[in-house]
């Protein structure tokens, strides 16, 4: 069974910096492409960055610049750093996994389909 846990959110102030960690279990990662979402209260999950087994990286327009993904396949590790971060960041943070191998199109922050396995997720709040 494949399992996926995140770690690292909190309470933060406009401005300030967090980071996100997603372990993961399942056999092979360096083969697959895996992504970051969020989900606001009130909101549909949206995809916020994705990186694919290659390690090109694609972000959502309302973080890039902000948010830097990263992983570390060795480690089945997947991070996310999140700087200069807004009241409109507030979420609870999901990390998942593409359900291909080796996929031959760019990751997808819109297609939620694509992933078969997520996280428990971790809340992400942006407050003064």
């Known amino acids: 069974q494949v399992q996926l846990a995140e770690s690292g959110g909190g309470l933060v102030q406009p401005g300030g910096s967090l980071r996100l960690s997603c372990s993961i279990s399942?056999?092979?990662?360096?083969?697959?492409?895996i992504g970051w979402f969020r989900q606001a209260p009130g909101k549909e999950r949206e995809g916020v960055s994705c990186?694919?087994?290659?390690?090109?990286?694609y972000y959502a327009d309302t973080v890039k610049d902000r948010f830097t993904i990263s992983r570390d396949d060795a480690k089945k590790m997947v991070y996310l750093q999140m700087d200069n971060l807004k009241p409109e960041d507030t979420a609870v943070y999901y990390c998942?996994?593409?359900?291909?191998?080796?996929?031959?199109?760019?990751?997808?922050?819109?297609?939620?389909?694509?992933?078969?396995?997520w996280g428990q997720g971790t809340q992400v709040s942006v407050s003064s």
């Open positions: 998942a996994i593409d359900r291909r191998i080796f996929s031959s199109t760019e990751c997808s922050l819109e297609d939620l389909t694509r992933y078969d396995y």
């Open positions: 399942r056999p092979h990662l360096d083969r697959y492409d």
């Open positions: 990186v694919t087994f290659r390690h090109a990286k």
